[in-house]
């Protein structure tokens, strides 16, 4: 990213040329191959999932395979950004598990895309305009999985910090079993 994005941006404002060699979608969509196969040839038989969220501006751009999240607060109300690459999303897609099941479900964790499983990889990537004071969440199954959307919600808007929220989400998925992994990551755009 620092060398495909960044670098030629700085490079042509000193040189006057506003056009930029790829896209962010093209670069975080190589990153993340590129950390695909570094992982299949350091962790043979190895394998993790990504989500990654890349700010400029107002603008979040998002790069993810696995069953990571990404999540957007705004206006009180959470989304889920990202799609899972599990076979208990495909079961519900299908209708044949309701989101409700997909918790207990024992396929939730058979992943059918993650980060140093093939060569070649598909790798989602999406761009999501940021409103004035909304919040990015990504963060593992650990979390999600243990942790309600609406219990996501209520602790990060009535944290203290940033921080704060993070801690209390984790402490809720272990109080919940925490029954694998648990990672978060919160950022807050700035008030108009």
């Known amino acids: 990213v620092l060398q495909s994005l960044y670098l030629p941006l700085i490079m042509s404002r000193f040189n006057g040329n506003n056009e930029q060699p790829y896209t962010i979608s093209e670069v975080m969509n190589k990153a993340v191959k590129d950390a695909n196969r570094r992982i299949i040839m350091t962790v043979p038989d190895g394998g993790t999932t990504l989500t990654v969220a890349l700010v400029m501006g107002d603008l979040a751009h998002f790069a993810h395979v696995g069953d990571s999240r990404a999540y957007i607060i705004t206006e009180g109300e959470i989304e889920q950004l990202t799609r899972d690459h599990s076979l208990a999303q495909r079961l519900i897609e299908l209708n044949q598990l309701s989101a409700e099941e997909q918790g207990e479900n024992q396929h939730r964790n058979v992943l059918y895309r993650a980060i140093g499983h093939n060569e070649d990889i598909d790798v989602d990537t999406l761009t999501r305009r940021l409103p004035a004071a909304s919040y990015i969440l990504l963060c593992s199954d650990g979390l999600w999985g243990e942790v309600s959307n609406a219990d996501m919600l209520e602790t990060v808007l009535q944290a203290e910090s940033l921080q704060a929220a993070c801690d209390s989400l984790v402490a ?20 108009k």
């Open 172 to 191: 809720k998925a272990n109080q919940h079993g925490g029954h694998d992994n648990i990672s978060v990551m919160i950022f807050k755009t700035p008030s």
